[in-house]
């Protein structure tokens, strides 16, 4: 079993989800190698950051027509170097650009492809939630290899990633025509100019139905501030206008994995909890001492979030 994890970055800054896809490749106990996809300049940046992790090759796979994302041009070089890697599984982060590519690269290989994959056991058996997490579900594919898997962002840990003293890296040309590149490539899509990325934040702020009011939403964002965090919502909160959409964290918002979560009134509902689970550390601050929250906090504090958290913000200034 070789298994080839393909890592994504953005100017030849990598997503740091690519470090959870390294993490969990390597939990398999099989050879890992890693391959990243750009301008020539940009993938070999990005190959010379993962040459930390303890994987048998990192791969710079570079092409002008790849400088900028499309589905077209990367599906062709993606599907070239598997056929020249024969690996037995490709694992990509289940990020917004994976979600449009990689059923394409399933497809050109006529394979089997898991998505959003939350944990792997022996076998390899792949989990993956349903009916909003309420459910998961074993999944073994079948038919040849490679088998094609995307992991949901903040299931796997980044920070465990085994780090070596150096993989060899080999630089290539993508094997892309560019004539066959039917999209042109433009600015990645935003909601709004404050949109803001939450699965790279280290800390988040969240606030629930427990902050009571829009105005209230200012002390949370001052305690964000204090932390050097992001600020962050459950869904009534955004569905009722206090904080942009782009905010949502939970099974219909973003998946997050910081290492720091802190959450102010929030019940802990499973829609939200399938969104943050993966954080490091969760604090949570409830007045209600049986909310589901406090099953999954680490540190939990019953008590008045208007209380409590104008103190820990002039703990955090002094």
Same mark, same amino acid.
């Given at each position: 079993?070789?298994?080839? *994890?393909?890592?994504?970055?953005?100017? $030849?800054?990598?997503? %740091?989800?690519?470090?959870?896809?390294?993490?969990?490749?390597?939990?398999?106990?099989?050879?890992?190698?890693?391959?990243?996809?750009? !301008?020539?300049?940009?993938?070999?940046?990005?190959?010379?950051?993962?040459? !930390?992790?303890?994987?048998?090759? *990192?791969?710079?796979?570079?092409?002008?027509?790849?400088?900028?994302?499309?589905?077209?041009? #990367?599906?062709?070089?993606?599907?070239?170097?598997?056929?020249?890697?024969?690996? !037995?599984?490709?694992?990509?982060?289940?990020?917004?650009?994976? %979600?449009?590519?990689?059923?394409?690269?399933?497809? %050109?290989?006529?394979?089997?492809?898991?998505?959003?994959?939350?944990?792997?056991?022996?076998?390899?058996?792949?989990?993956?939630?349903?009916?909003?997490?309420? *459910?998961?579900?074993?999944?073994?594919?079948?038919?040849?290899?490679?088998?094609?898997?995307?992991?949901?962002?903040?299931?796997?840990?980044?920070?465990?990633?085994?780090? &070596?003293?150096?993989?060899?890296?080999?630089?290539?040309?993508?094997?892309?025509?560019?004539?066959?590149? /039917?999209?042109?490539?433009?600015?990645? #899509? %935003?909601?709004?100019?404050?949109?803001?990325?939450?699965?790279?934040?280290?800390?988040?702020?969240?606030?629930?139905? +427990?902050?009571?009011?829009?105005?209230?939403?200012?002390?949370? /964002?001052?305690?964000?501030?204090?932390?050097?965090?992001?600020? !962050?919502?459950?869904?009534?909160?955004?569905?009722? &206008?206090?904080?942009?959409?782009?905010?949502?964290?939970?099974?219909? $918002?973003?998946? *997050?994995?910081?290492?720091?979560?802190?959450?102010? +009134?929030?019940?802990?509902?499973?829609?939200?909890?399938?969104?943050?689970? +993966?954080?490091?550390?969760?604090?949570?601050?409830?007045?209600?001492?049986?909310?589901?929250?406090?099953?999954?906090?680490?540190? $939990?504090?019953? +008590?008045?979030? #208007?209380?409590?958290?104008?103190?820990?913000?002039?703990?955090?200034?002094?």
């Amino acid at each position: 079993m070789k298994v080839l *994890v393909i890592a994504e970055h953005k100017d $030849g800054v990598l997503n %740091r989800a690519s470090w959870e896809a390294i993490g969990a490749a390597q939990t398999t106990g099989q050879e890992v190698k890693v391959a990243v996809f750009g !301008s020539v300049a940009d993938a070999a940046s990005s190959a010379a950051e993962l040459a !930390s992790a303890d994987v048998a090759e *990192v791969i710079a796979v570079g092409h002008d027509a790849l400088a900028g994302y499309t589905a077209d041009g #990367f599906t062709q070089a993606v599907v070239a170097l598997i056929g020249e890697l024969a690996p !037995s599984h490709v694992v990509f982060a289940h990020t917004y650009q994976t %979600r449009d590519y990689a059923p394409r690269v399933a497809a %050109r290989l006529d394979r089997a492809l898991a998505t959003d994959v939350i944990a792997i056991k022996e076998g390899p058996v792949y989990v993956r939630q349903m009916f909003q997490g309420k *459910v998961n579900a074993d999944v073994v594919l079948e038919g040849p290899e490679p088998h094609i898997v995307t992991l949901q962002i903040g299931s796997f840990r980044a920070d465990a990633v085994k780090k &070596g003293s150096g993989a060899p890296i080999r630089a290539v040309a993508a094997a892309v025509d560019p004539a066959k590149i /039917r999209q042109t490539a433009e600015a990645p #899509f %935003r909601e709004a100019k404050q949109a803001v990325d939450l699965s790279q934040a280290e800390r988040i702020v969240s606030v629930g139905r +427990g902050i009571k009011a829009p105005e209230n939403i200012e002390l949370a /964002r001052q305690l964000a501030t204090a932390m050097n965090a992001e600020l !962050s919502a459950s869904r009534p909160i955004c569905d009722a &206008g206090w904080l942009p959409m782009e905010r949502q964290v939970g099974s219909s $918002g973003q998946t *997050v994995a910081p290492k720091m979560y802190l959450a102010l +009134g929030i019940s802990g509902a499973i829609q939200h909890v399938v969104g943050m689970k +993966g954080a490091k550390t969760i604090v949570a601050i409830n007045k209600d001492p049986e909310a589901p929250i406090f099953e999954i906090a680490d540190y $939990g504090i019953a +008590g008045d979030l #208007f209380e409590i958290v104008p103190a820990l913000i002039e703990a955090l200034k002094s």
